[in-house]
Antibody, heavy 118, light 107 residues
């Protein structure tokens, strides 16, 4: 059974760095073809894909966030991470991690709400 | 980036009615198209992948079709539990992009 769960700070101030953790089970990031992706959704709005990391450490980012993103993984502990630097109020959203399989996202976490406020 | 134009933004359907939602890609995406359902307060769930393949466990009243740049999701017989937001997503090229969503309500 595949499960994913996000964790994060809840609230942070503008200009700080947002650090998110995705803890998963039911698959391994050391297995060929496996990956973890991050997607966010401001309240009442649509979905925005942020980044994917793959079993071979290949990484893909959404260029709209202009080099503010860093995705990484800890294969031994079944975790993936996302950092977003220099946050502002526009980064307030629910952040999801999900498993990308041939592009589609077949399993999603429950999401973690992040608020950026001074 | 590939733009995904989804329509309509919202619709209301009666019990048993057939509804369709469309996504138009700004360039051909070779059927690398998925549909997700998101119920209020929940995370999205995969319904359809590769434009027309039904994810395991999804009711057969959901179907997907299309090719090239035009894709659609059909619900054959609206049920109360189908009230949700629906999103399309292309995975043909990075950055993967989503449609803006369709809010489906029961009339």
């Amino acid at each position: 059974q595949v499960t994913l769960k996000e964790s994060g700070p809840g609230i942070l101030q503008p200009s700080q760095t947002l650090s998110l953790t995705c803890t998963f089970s039911g698959f391994s990031l050391s297995t060929y073809g496996m990956g973890v992706g991050w997607i966010r959704q401001p309240s009442g709005k649509g979905l925005e894909w942020l980044a994917n990391i793959w079993w071979d450490d290949d990484k893909y980012y959404n260029p709209s966030l202009k080099n503010r993103l860093t995705i990484s993984k800890d294969t031994s502990n079944n975790q993936a991470f996302l950092k977003i630097t220099n946050v502002d109020t526009a980064d307030t959203a629910t952040y999801y991690c999900a498993r990308p399989a041939y592009g589609l996202l077949d399993y999603w976490g429950q999401g973690v709400m992040v608020t950026v406020s001074s | 980036d590939i733009q995904m134009t989804q329509s309509p933004a919202s619709l209301s359907a009666s019990l048993g009615e057939t509804v369709s939602i469309e996504c138009l890609a700004s360039e051909g995406i070779s059927n690398d198209l998925a549909w997700y359902q998101q119920k209020s307060g929940k995370s999205p769930q995969l319904l359809i992948y590769a434009a027309s393949r039904l994810q395991d466990g999804v009711p057969s009243r959901f179907s997907g079709s299309g090719s090239g740049t035009r894709y659609s999701l059909k619900i054959s017989g609206m049920q109360p539990e189908d009230e949700a937001d629906y999103f399309c997503q292309q995975s043909y090229k990075y950055p993967n992009t989503f449609g803006a969503g369709t809010k489906l309500e029961l009339k």
